[in-house]
């Protein structure tokens, strides 16, 4: 296998990059650079110097022998300054000893999975993690890096193995006579599985949100001060606002970190009867995208919200309350009644996200769809009776194969290149 490496840290000018080497001749590069590789797991400065461009930098030198690193195989990192010419010079040396080559997109992970280091459900987790905008992401991806997804797939394995080895104890004797019924014992296993793979399906919807994000949609007629509402929500004039009806023409966005949420807020055109083409277009755009909208703010004004009524949970107050005398609503203007929905949509958010599971990519939930469907079909062979035994272990064992293919054991290579395609060069 060839050594691999790739700046590990964004590129440009910084105050440090970090140059990462990872294969089985990853320590040559050491002594290419006139020094023998530090004890692993032992940072030390060092000055490196090649014999074509003399002296290059002092770096902070750090080795991890191999099943010891995030690779699993001998890895040296170079903590370098970050200049321009150093990275591209170190690059450029590296990139003339034999057996080396750039790192491919994603390809130290991969080759991290491919030893064993990590789980597919941890590759995917530390994409996410990497892409963390908010608190409440971040946690939710360290749920899965650490590995709460491959312990409860291990736990659903282990029952479903006991679930079949009863099965075939039973089948192994069929001829004889076996004073026990397994039938209880089996149901037992094959119902705690069921219903905590259920409750992970179902709570796929929410733990995906709060990776890609919530989304709230402002509603309401024309001149409810939906544009000046979101205004006052981003700090900045994210969208145009004018007394003119129909200026908001389409679904402007804005996406913003609410305590931990992430929350993207969206100014819709207002609802009315139009001959407008254009804004007939964008009228249409708002009701598709407020009716897939996690929450719903309603802004009262001077007309009505034409066939999209309130659900549980969505928020009517009345907009433009700096020109009544009452003073109740929300204003976008003098920011009157912004905090209090603020606090609503928090409130909501907060509550729907408590009820996230594990499981949030489409990829997982797709194949614990599968197990479920094997499992719910064994169940019914093993209340047919001894005669249907057989069948339902067969499905026990496709089931158990899915939660091999969860954690990407087996059958992946098919979504391998795509989700480490997503990684950047140096991962």
């Known amino acids: 296998m060839d050594t691999i ?23 040559d ?16 400065l060092r000055q490196l110097s090649h014999g074509e461009k003399g002296f290059l930098d002092e770096a902070l030198v750090l080795t991890f022998e191999e099943g010891a690193s995030f690779t699993g195989e001998n890895v040296v990192e170079f903590h370098l300054h970050g200049s321009l010419a150093i990275i591209n010079s170190v690059l450029e040396c590296l990139g003339k000893l034999p057996n080396y080559r750039s790192a491919l997109a994603g390809e130290f992970t991969r080759r991290a999975m491919a030893n064993g280091r990590l789980d597919l459900t941890q590759v995917e987790a530390l994409s996410d993690l990497i892409d963390a905008e908010t608190e409440m992401q971040r946690k939710q991806a360290l749920k899965g890096f650490t590995g709460r997804l491959r312990d409860q797939a291990e736990t659903w394995r282990m029952d479903l193995v006991h679930a079949v080895s009863l099965l075939e104890a039973t089948i192994d004797f069929a001829d004889e006579e076996v004073p026990v019924d397994v039938s209880s014992d089996v149901n037992r296993f094959l119902s ?11 709570g796929f919807g929410i733990a ?21 509402l979101l205004n006052a929500l981003a700090g900045r004039d994210a969208a145009i606002t004018s007394e003119i ?3 908001t023409r389409d679904v402007i966005e804005v996406r913003m970190d609410l305590d931990s949420l992430p929350v993207t807020f969206l100014d819709t055109a207002g609802l009315r009867d139009t001959d ?10 708002s009701l598709g995208r407020a009716k897939a909208a996690d929450l719903r703010v309603f802004l009262k004004g001077e007309g009505d919200f034409g066939d999209l009524n309130p659900l549980a949970g969505d928020i009517v107050v009345q907009g433009k309350s700096d020109l009544f005398a009452d003073g109740t609503g929300v204003s976008g203007v003098t920011g009157q009644g912004i905090k209090d929905l603020i606090d609503q949509v928090k409130l909501f958010l907060v509550d729907k996200s408590s009820s996230a599971g594990l ?11 599968q197990g479920l469907s094997a499992l719910l079909r ?3 062979f093993v209340a047919a009776g001894p005669g249907r035994y057989d069948l339902a272990s067969e499905e026990i064992r496709t089931a158990i194969i899915t939660l091999e293919r969860l954690v990407g054991r087996v059958d992946v290579e098919d979504v391998l290149d795509k989700i480490f395609s997503s990684f950047c060069i140096g991962k």
């Open 5 to 27: 490496f790739a700046l590990a840290t964004v590129p440009g000018k910084s105050g440090v990059a970090v140059v990462r080497v990872s294969g089985p001749d990853a320590f």
């Open 29 to 44: 590069c050491c002594r290419t650079f006139g020094f023998e590789p530090p004890l692993p797991r032992k940072s030390a």
């Open 192 to 202: 705690g599985v069921t219903s905590t793979i259920e409750n992970e399906v179902n």
């Open 208 to 228: 995906e949100r709060v990776r890609t994000g919530f989304e709230v949609a402002i509603i309401g007629p024309p001149n409810a001060g939906k544009s000046t």
């Open 245 to 247: 009806a129909g200026t």
């Open 276 to 285: 407008d083409t254009v804004e007939s277009i964008g009228i249409h755009r």
């Open 359 to 369: 499981v949030s990519h489409q990829r997982q939930r797709d194949v614990l769809k």
């Open 378 to 380: 064994a169940q019914g």
